[in-house]
């Protein structure tokens, strides 16, 4: 696991990496974002509604830079 200062030096980052880092974008820009984990898997969420009832999900290991 590397911090998001490390994964934007190195370029690249795996599942941990890459939802660590855009969960630390969320919360500068005042979102408050969760981190989900499945077996196997890590992936990013947030509530997309004040009333946190609707929730958005992104898989950073399909972005790409």
Known sequence: MRL???T???TQANCIDGTLLIASLME???INPAIVIVPGHVFVAW???KNGERWRYLETTA???
């Open 4 to 6: 998001p200062r490390e």
């Open 8 to 10: 934007l030096k190195l």
């Open 28 to 30: 500068a820009i005042g």
């Open 47 to 49: 509530a997309s509604a």
């Open 63 to 65: 972005l790409d830079g």
